[in-house]
């Protein structure tokens, strides 16, 4: 099958994160298995979802392609065309997906089926993960099991959409709640009371003076559009009726970092803030508290400008250039684990992904079906 045919019966899935991915999937394995694939699923605590790995060719370090099955909702989106249905027009292929990132993945099931006719000196190796969209959360949890049966790929291309350029960074990201408890009471009497979303502001107010102070003296990339570490509150609820003093505010916020100023050295000011934050209150009243909880965190990606495997990815995509990209992905997770990893892949998360009308263009698959060519020489006998 080649890409775009692929592409088509990939689109048709709606995999969207809130939705199973069960059909792609064991579509996905019966297509790697009839090629001599081993594959394995990984499925989530819920049974509705899951991963897999593939390999074929003998044991050894290999190249390892990885990509996720899941997309962002159409919902509430201005589409002219059936999202869940491939249109090609005009250059190019549309769809929800198509560019983030059902385009890789469909180059990569083209590629498996021409290494399957192909004798390999190393292995071919995939990895399709799930909930990617809602926090890179299906890799973590397939991270471990991964580590057990992947071995150690001397490469790995994590194909999000970079217009095919090699991508060496991005930012890590820890997701927060915090919660602040104060006292009801009737706001006639207001001020006897410490009302939980004036306390919920305050803390606002100190992480912001947190990014202020992260864009003045903290670590700088200029590599990336914003070249800081950055904190950004998302959600403020709380409060019942006007009348009653709100005792509970909660908000959702997270920060994306810079390896420089580190995930636990900015935690630890978050909850300096809000120990601060609830100190003020104390004296109007002992019970008064802020917790902050991660509802979940992802590493970011750094390699370093020596290591080899950017020249040979550059070989690869027929590129001499580098970049760093504003989006979260998988590959920190990889990185992680050892394997030396690169971020490369059709299409652009600024033009394309997450919108309505998402396309990728039939060149941009073309290019990256040449970087798969090249994975295939790279391995073959």
Same mark, same amino acid.
């Given at each position: ?100 990132? #059902?385009?890789?993945? !469909?180059?990569?099931? &083209?590629?498996?089926?021409? +290494? *399957?006719?192909?004798? %390999?000196?190393?292995? @071919? ?66 001020? #006897?009371?410490?009302? !939980?979303?004036?306390? &919920?502001?305050?803390?606002? +107010? *100190?992480?912001?003076? %947190?990014?202020?102070? @992260? ?66 209150? #104390? ?99």
């Amino acid at each position: 099958m080649e890409t775009l045919e692929i592409l088509g019966r990939l689109i048709g899935f709606d995999t969207t994160s809130a939705r199973s991915n069960l059909a792609l999937v064991d579509f996905v394995e019966d297509y790697l298995t009839a090629r001599g694939f081993a594959v394995r699923r990984f499925a989530d605590e819920s049974g509705e979802k899951a991963g897999l790995y593939a390999q074929i060719g003998p044991e050894g370090g290999g190249v390892l392609l990885s990509g996720h099955t899941d997309v962002v909702p159409t919902e509430g989106q201005d589409w002219r065309r059936d999202p869940f249905s491939l249109t090609v027009a005009e250059g190019r292929a549309y769809g929800r997906g198509t560019t983030d990132m #059902k385009g890789f993945v !469909a180059s990569v099931l &083209a590629l498996a089926d021409r +290494a *399957a006719r192909t004798r %390999l000196k190393e292995p @071919l190796k995939i990895v399709l993960s799930y909930d990617e969209e809602i926090g890179c959360v299906g890799i973590q949890q397939m991270r471990d099991a991964l580590a057990k049966v992947m071995g150690a790929p001397r490469l790995c291309i994590v194909g999000e959409p970079t217009e095919m350029q090699v991508a060496v960074g991005h930012k890590g990201k820890a997701a927060l709640r915090a919660v602040c408890h104060g006292q009801s009471g009737h706001s006639a009497l207001a001020p #006897k009371f410490v009302n !939980a979303l004036h306390m &919920a502001t305050d803390f606002i +107010a *100190a992480l912001r003076q %947190l990014q202020d102070e @992260l864009a003045e003296d903290g670590a700088r990339d200029a590599a990336y559009a914003v070249p800081y570490s950055t904190v950004h509150v998302g959600t403020l609820e709380g409060g019942r009726a006007l009348n009653i003093v709100p005792d509970r505010a909660e908000l959702t916020f997270e920060y994306r970092y810079l390896p420089q100023d580190g995930d636990a050295a900015l935690f630890e000011k978050i909850k300096d803030a809000a120990n601060r934050v609830a100190a003020s209150y #104390k004296a109007r009243w002992h019970g008064v508290e802020i917790e902050i909880e991660r509802t979940n965190a992802y590493p970011g990606l750094a390699v370093p400008a020596d290591d080899p495997v950017i020249g040979l990815v550059q070989k690869l995509a027929q590129t001499n250039t580098t970049t760093k990209v504003a989006f979260g992905t998988e590959a920190g997770v990889f990185a992680g684990l050892g394997v030396p990893t690169i971020v490369c892949g059709p299409g652009s998360m600024e033009g394309q992904g997450h919108k309505p009308d998402e396309y990728v263009t039939l060149q941009a698959l073309a290019e990256c079906d040449a970087m798969m060519d090249g994975v295939l020489a790279e391995i073959s006998a």
